[in-house]
């Protein structure tokens, strides 16, 4: 059974800056497309950002058009690690942040791993 754990959410101002990090036990997931998502108050969750495997020649990675410019996805095989940079953050990004395998980096309609806790991201006005 894989175990995703996210972590390094927390408050910030407008403009503020987190890096968000998650970690899959059971799994080593280096041959897989990963994304994040998030969910904020009464609202679904939404894709945000996805990367592809890195056995290819290349890695690639696709973001919501929310979060274009501001975000950055990247991974860490050594480490079992991907991570979310974000950079001038608005209010509207407060939400919960969580990890899943995908099918394909830029294919959200499908995720293959349970849900993790998430982490939570605040962003203050």
């Known amino acids: 059974q894989v175990h995703v754990v996210e972590s390094g959410g927390g408050l910030v101002q407008t403009e503020g800056s987190l890096r968000l990090s998650c970690a899959a036990s059971?799994?080593?997931?280096?041959?897989?497309?990963m994304g994040w998502f998030r969910q904020a108050p009464g609202k679904e969750r939404e894709f945000v950002a996805g990367i592809s495997w890195s056995g290819g020649s290349a890695i690639y990675t696709y973001y919501a058009d929310f979060v274009k410019g501001r975000f950055t996805i990247s991974r860490d095989n050594a480490k079992n690690t991907m991570y979310l940079q974000m950079n001038s953050l608005k209010p509207e990004d407060t939400a919960i942040y969580y990890c899943?395998?995908?099918?394909?980096?830029?294919?959200?309609?499908?995720?293959?791993?349970?849900w993790g806790q998430g982490t939570q991201v605040t962003v203050s006005s």
């Open positions: 899943n395998r995908l099918n394909y980096y830029n294919d959200a309609s499908r995720t293959l791993w349970p």
């Open positions: 059971g799994r080593t997931f280096s041959s897989y497309a």
